[in-house]
Nanobody, 122 residues
């Protein structure tokens, strides 16, 4: 069992920055890879970024590459998503996910948080 708790979502202006966090607890083997997904109103959930606990890899969606940075703090058992140059189209609920192998599909992850809302005003 893995528990994930997101925080940090808020309203920001376009061009601004924000960092969202996800506290991770539970079985390490089930959370070898941590990821962020997002879901905008009336849209399907989409992959944003993923990182392995061992630091061997990270992945980014093309839409956020160069603007977002995912990181893992082993001491705090927390995964972060730093978002720069935010655009109105980044507005969504952001979800933290954990899985054994990871990937860009939501089906690759067995554990999910409740989400944190990010709104970017134009």
């Amino acid at each position: 069992q893995v528990l994930l708790e997101e925080s940090g979502g808020e309203l920001v202006e376009a061009g601004g920055s924000l960092r969202v966090s996800c506290a991770v607890s539970g079985r390490t083997s089930d959370s070898a890879v941590l990821a962020w997904f997002r879901q905008a109103p009336a849209k399907e959930r989409e992959f944003v970024a993923a990182i392995s606990r061992n630091g061997l890899f990270n992945l980014y969606a093309n839409s956020v590459k160069g603007r977002f940075t995912i990181s893992w703090d082993n001491a705090k058992n927390t995964v972060y998503l730093r978002m720069n140059s935010l655009k109105p189209e980044d507005t969504a609920d952001y979800y933290c996910a954990a899985g054994r192998l990871g990937g860009e599909s939501s089906g690759d992850y067995g554990f999910w948080g409740q989400g944190t809302q990010v709104t970017v005003s134009s």
